[in-house]
């Protein structure tokens, strides 16, 4: 029987396990994640991070244990409607390729009926939030920079402001230094908008830059749940070790 979770929880996962064969991407895992604040997912790649993100989106259900987003129990009859509260955002944007960044901005909006001018006015509100030149809008995902395409798919994922935001490796693609750059640019609107954040990475710099709570999960377990400084204090295990040593150096750099 999982422990009761917080109830104040805009998201939670109580003892859900998610297999695929013999395979189990997540396996008895309980979490909570507080409103207007933001966790950090890490791990090896297949150690369950993304198939939490998918979980909490209605995009997998579980074999065993629930769900729940704001108190109440994921069911297939309101998955819409809770992804219309969630922004999503993948590696390297999932941008629709034969629309522009306004069509692609405009798909979920148009769908619900907002008139043209109401999705512009979003639009632009939200290029300024992402440092976006409102000329781009007729561009195709194909003549936008790796940066560019980052921002135009958070700044979907923000069309409906949601309460909540998934990210799952959303700098992973991108080279050094547009990745610093973005790194800045999403903590400062985190902290500006107050939403919860989930947050997929493989990077533990990344993670501890973004979150003090980070959660470190291998093969569908969570390993630990904490600060960086619990992890550097008190680690879990020996793969908790292991996971922070692994991390090089510039040759001739202090250690």
């Not at 309980?30 to 090896?44: M, N």
């Not at 993100?53 to 994921?74: F, M, N, S, T």
């Amino acid at each position: 029987m999982p422990a009761a979770l917080p109830s104040n929880s805009a998201f939670s996962l109580a003892g859900v396990t998610r297999a695929w064969g013999e395979v189990r991407a997540v396996d008895g895992v309980s979490l909570a994640f507080g409103r207007g604040r933001t966790t950090v997912l890490i791990g090896s790649s297949g150690s369950g991070k993304s198939t939490v993100l998918r979980l909490l989106l209605g995009l997998e259900w579980p074999d065993a244990g629930e769900v729940c987003c704001d108190g109440r129990p994921l069911r297939r009859a309101r998955v819409l409607e809770v992804r219309r509260r969630v922004g999503y955002v993948i590696q390297e944007g999932g941008l629709f390729p034969h629309l522009t960044v306004l069509g692609n901005l405009a798909l979920l909006p148009h769908h619900l009926g907002w008139s043209r001018a109401r999705i512009r006015a979003r639009a632009l509100e939200l290029a300024e939030l992402n440092h976006l030149e409102a000329h781009q809008f007729v561009r195709f995902p194909a003549e936008l920079s790796g940066g560019q395409r980052q921002r135009v798919a958070l700044m979907r994922a923000l069309m409906l402001d949601p309460p909540t935001l998934l990210l799952d490796e959303p700098l992973g693609a991108l080279d050094p230094l547009v990745r610093h750059g973005l790194q800045d640019e999403l903590r400062d609107l985190f902290q500006r908008l107050g939403k919860t954040v989930i947050m997929v990475t493989h990077d533990l710099a990344e993670a501890a830059f973004f979150s003090r709570r980070l959660v470190l999960m291998r093969r569908g377990h969570v390993v630990q749940d904490g600060s960086i400084d619990d992890f550097r204090r008190t680690p879990a295990d020996d793969f908790v070790r292991a996971f922070l040593a692994a991390r090089r150096s510039l040759p001739g750099a202090s250690p």
